[in-house]
């Protein structure tokens, strides 16, 4: 069985920084695309940035320059480095997992569907 499991979310000031960890089981994230969304009340679930299986990465404008995905493949766990937070990055972040046979979450040329429950970050101003 297949699990995703997020922590590091927290309240912070803007301009403060997270770093969330997302452990997986039953899966080895080396072997596939990993990736960050988050969705703030009211809004659609948006694609953070994206980890390929070689190793590149693809990050959403609104981040670029401020977070960084990492992933230590002998821990099987993904991070995401934020950096200079902003009110407007406050929302539920969720960890997943690329699905190629059934996924329904397109993003950056990956399909996505195994989804972790979340983590939540406010940032204040």
């Known amino acids: 069985q297949i699990q995703l499991v997020e922590s590091g979310g927290d309240s912070v000031q803007a301009g403060g920084s997270l770093r969330l960890s997302c452990a997986a089981s039953?899966?080895?994230?080396?072997?596939?695309?990993m990736g960050w969304f988050r969705q703030a009340p009211g809004k659609e679930r948006e694609g953070v940035v994206v980890?390929?299986?070689?190793?590149?990465?693809a990050y959403a404008d609104s981040v670029k320059g401020r977070f960084t995905i990492s992933q230590d493949n002998a821990k099987n766990t993904l991070y995401l480095q934020m950096n200079s937070l902003k009110p407007e990055d406050s929302a539920m972040y969720y960890c997943a997992a690329e699905d190629a046979g059934y996924g329904s979450t397109w993003w950056r040329g990956c399909k996505f569907g195994y989804w972790g429950h979340g983590t939540q970050v406010t940032v204040s101003s």
């Open positions: 039953g899966y080895s994230i080396s072997n596939y695309c």
């Open positions: 980890i390929y299986s070689a190793g590149s990465t």
